[in-house]
């Protein structure tokens, strides 16, 4: 599934939140968006969901107008794992995923067999069957965050949406999520802070500031010193994994810098 939005422009209370954004996801591909807190990651990502209605500009899977699509079409076309957890609600874990299932059921339609094997099978590639029966609002953050990226398994989307994926998660299932999802093959565009993680997994890089694209390319063409410093206000080294290749960035403080400079 490819995903392409053109000249995408929002305005909200006359903030132009969104300025001629264009992004492309080429099937397959696992892209990120990056970018400095408030510069409209989120807001686009809304957009390509249609959480948010843009003011100008397109967005089209396989060249299809998203607009044109009905709401169960979009939500068997692609899957969305948001910032905002869906807290508050009396569902356990597994009806939670079960959720992810929705699209695929007439008004009424029971859960089938195949409903429920794939949501044993979701909750268990995130390690979270032993707490399947357990209310949703019991859990801790990376575990909502775990149940929430089941759910987008069970959804079986062509097209993956995620918005801070890794937020609330411990090092070990940052690392475990990412390597589930980029591991499934599934067209996925992901915003990401950590810049390590972006470069470890990600295909191609995107990167918004105050509403505007400012650069996109391979994480080794995206992260140089020169872009983290003009865009995230930071001075850092960018080196290569002795063991796998990829790019890593080595962050210098303020206070850290002037200190190896006197
Ligand atoms: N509904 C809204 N009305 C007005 N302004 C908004 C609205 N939603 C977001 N904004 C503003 O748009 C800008 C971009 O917000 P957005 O949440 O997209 O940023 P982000 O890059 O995802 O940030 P973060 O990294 O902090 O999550 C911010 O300045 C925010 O205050």
Not at 78 to 96: A, C, L
Not at 124 to 133: E, I, K, P, S, Y
Not at 183 to 212: K, M, P, Q, W
Request: glycine share 8%; hydrophobic share 40%; proline share 3%.
């Amino acid at each position: 599934m490819k995903l392409q939005a053109e000249k995408v422009t929002l305005t909200i209370a006359e903030n132009r939140l969104l300025d001629e954004v264009g992004i492309e996801v080429k099937p397959g591909e696992f892209v990120g968006l990056i970018g400095p807190n408030g510069s409209g990651k989120s807001t686009l990502i809304k957009t390509i969901y249609r959480h948010l209605r843009p003011d100008a500009g397109w967005i089209s899977l396989d060249e299809q107008d998203l607009s044109t699509l009905s709401s169960r079409q979009t939500a068997r076309a692609m899957s969305v794992v948001q910032q905002e957890s869906v807290d508050g609600v009396d569902f356990t874990v597994r009806e939670i995923v079960m959720m992810g299932r929705y699209p695929y059921k007439g008004f009424l339609e029971g859960d089938t067999e195949k409903d429920r094997a794939i949501v044993a099978d979701a909750l268990d590639q995130v390690g979270m069957t032993r707490l399947a029966d357990q209310p949703f609002i019991k859990c801790s953050g990376g575990e909502k965050q775990r149940v929430l990226i089941a759910r987008s398994l069970a959804q079986q989307a062509d097209f993956l949406i995620l918005d801070e994926p890794t937020n609330h998660l411990d090092i070990r299932y940052q690392l475990q999520i990412m390597d589930l999802i980029s591991g499934i093959g599934v067209t996925t565009l992901a915003a990401l802070h950590d810049l390590n993680i972006a470069a470890a997994y990600c295909d191609r890089l995107f990167v918004i500031e105050s509403g505007r694209m400012v650069a996109s390319g391979t994480p080794e063409q995206v992260l140089r010193p020169g872009l983290l410093r003009e865009v995230f206000g930071v001075e850092a080294e960018v080196e290569r994994h002795r063991r796998t290749g990829k790019i890593h960035v080595l962050f210098l403080s303020d206070r850290l810098e002037k200190s190896l400079r006197a």
